[in-house]
């Protein structure tokens, strides 16, 4: 078995469901002291996050990743125990094997061969680990980037792990990502009975256009790295439950999904425009959960690309598609940010499951970016 599958197994077995760590960072930072890096541990609240560093000069390469998992869900569903990892036909079996305790291991492995051969690499290398991605995320890396600009401690290059692969490891590389803007709708009118609409104000007939117009609206026309920004509603909620009684309010939850193409504000603002003019009696609450980012070509992407094709002997996509990461904490520091990781087929569901082949090949292509970028 090779080091970087026991040492993936071994955090699997620690069953971290967020925002619970259950030792995987001592784990973690027991490897790391002994290669030489001075470690930090930050806690935040009810969040353990430690930052790891190795050189005190030069340029910063940082691996950023969670020890967090989501829950198992239902047990019996699972054709093994979610934290006694376990082999079968090549795969390994464990809640987080791909989301992301399968990179963590072989981001580990990578430093270690690393620093075998060049005990005096340029610049640094540094961990930015977190127990707080697959919850709320906010005692997790976004208080850690914090501390770090508060002492003007700079990553010029940052590797987050999430899987980011599609078909074959490698074949995918997310160099940034879409901003993701909640809003909270809630529009008022008059209750009453049905047989006597003429008493009443149905909040449902009031919201029905204006959301018709929402969703047909073009917000942009996206760019080279992104799609066109998105519209979407998620929750529609309204009436009491009887077939008789026009309700008294409607509630509406939607997501934008945004380009760099425009802002949090300027879509807040065509929002409350729309919203506006159909003369709706409404409040509206807003959380943004990140803005979009981009790494361009350039030495981090050069690097990264580099390596997946030394060891796949494959072509890489670069894409931005996807949810939210911890990269959107990490990227408005100026840091290069990409995220690389095994496939995520099965992230977040029942019978989750990585490649073991795949987390030595993930380890080697981490290896070839440090190569190159600190050597």
């Not at 125990?81 to 791909?98: Q, V």
């Not at 799609?227 to 077939?243: D, K, R």
Request: aromatic share 6%; proline share 5%; with cysteine.
């Amino acid at each position: 078995m090779s080091i970087t599958l026991e040492l993936a197994k071994d955090l699997i077995s620690r069953a971290s469901v967020t925002p619970e760590d259950a030792g995987c960072q001592d784990v973690m930072i027991a490897r790391l002291q002994a290669l030489g890096f001075s470690v930090e541990r930050l806690r935040f609240d009810d969040v353990d996050n430690f930052w790891a560093r190795r050189g005190d000069s030069g340029d910063v390469l940082a691996f950023a990743g969670h020890t967090d998992v989501v829950p198992a869900g239902p047990l019996a569903e699972w054709s093994s125990d979610p934290f006694k990892p376990e082999i079968r036909d090549g795969l390994l079996y464990g809640r987080g094997s791909a989301d992301m305790k399968g990179s963590l291991a072989a981001m580990i492995t990578a430093c270690e061969r690393f620093i075998d051969t060049h005990p005096d690499h340029q610049g640094s290398i540094a961990f930015l680990i977190t127990s707080d991605e697959e919850g709320p995320s906010i005692n997790g890396t976004v208080k850690v980037v914090e501390h770090l600009e508060n002492r003007h401690e700079k990553i010029k290059w940052c590797l987050v792990g999430e899987p980011s692969s599609s078909q074959q490891l490698g074949d995918v590389i997310k160099n940034g990502r879409r901003g993701s803007l909640n809003g909270y709708l809630t529009v008022s009118g008059k209750q009453g009975h049905v047989a006597y609409p003429q008493l009443a104000d149905n909040p449902i007939h009031r919201l029905t256009p204006a959301l018709t117009e929402l969703c047909a609206q073009e917000w942009d026309q996206g760019n080279e790295f992104f799609p066109p920004t998105t519209f979407q509603v998620s929750n529609l909620n309204s009436g009491t439950g009887a077939e008789n009684v026009i309700p008294g309010t409607v509630t509406a939850k939607f997501n934008f999904r945004f380009s760099t193409e425009t802002t949090d504000e300027e879509l807040k603002r065509s929002v409350h425009s729309i919203l506006d003019k159909h003369q709706l009696n409404y409040e509206l609450q807003w959380r943004l959960s990140g803005n979009p980012f981009i790494t361009p070509p350039g030495e981090l992407v050069n690097a990264a690309i580099e390596s997946v094709r030394q060891v796949v002997g494959i072509d890489t996509e670069l894409s931005t598609s996807g949810g939210t990461s911890d990269g959107r904490f990490i990227a408005p520091t100026g840091a290069q940010v990409l995220e690389l990781g095994p496939l995520n087929a099965t992230i977040h569901q029942v019978n989750e499951c990585v490649s073991c082949d795949d987390l030595d090949k993930l380890s080697q292509m981490y290896e070839g970016i440090l190569e190159r970028l600190l050597t």
